[in-house]
């Protein structure tokens, strides 16, 4: 699906965030930034080997990435020119700032974009997978933090990058809930 926020597209698409041709493509790392499974994994065997060296030079000069926080590295092989690594929240109950840290997560991946001069990106969902974070909620405060920042400045295209079909239907459900035709 397609909406516009100002003159942002959003857009939501059902497939694999590693062959996508935005400027950027969000990987959700983990603190460490020393690779995991799910979308991080991914990212690093389609982008090879640069995009962690990369990653350690950071962990050498600021000793990784908190929580809700996000950092920059190059695409290496990828045909996104950037990676930008943020860190979701791990699910604990809803009691931890959960939901303040995911949309810290998605907040300061776009800051971070706009800084770069990016106007085109990408995220997967954050924190739905191995960290737990349940779909729907996660959705609705994905959708919410994208149109805040829309609201307050321009990209050309942020696209969400869905893996299965009821993600994919949680993000746009979360549009259609925020945006009323
Ligand atoms: N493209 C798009 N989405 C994907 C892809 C892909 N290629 N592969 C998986 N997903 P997860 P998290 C979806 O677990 O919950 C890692 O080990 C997946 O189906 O990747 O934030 C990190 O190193 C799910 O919907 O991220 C961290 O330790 C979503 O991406 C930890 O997992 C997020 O699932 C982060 O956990």
Known sequence: MEVRSGKTLIRTVLGDITTQTTEAIVNAANSGLLGGGGVDGAIHRAGGPQIMEECKEIRARQGGCPTGQAVITGGGRLK?????????????????????????????????????????????????????????????????????????????????????QRTYRAFEEAIEEQMPA
């Open 80 to 164: 996104a020119s950037y990676v930008i690594h943020t860190v979701g929240p791990v699910w604990s109950g809803g009691n931890r700032q959960e939901d303040e840290l995911l949309r810290s997560a998605y907040w300061s991946s776009l800051a971070l974009a706009r800084e770069k001069g990016i106007r085109t990106i990408s995220f997967p969902s954050i924190s739905t997978g191995v960290y737990h974070f349940p779909v729907e909620r996660a959705a609705r405060i994905a959708v919410k933090t994208v149109l805040d920042f829309t609201g307050e400045h321009d990209f050309e295209e942020i696209r969400f990058v869905l893996f299965d």
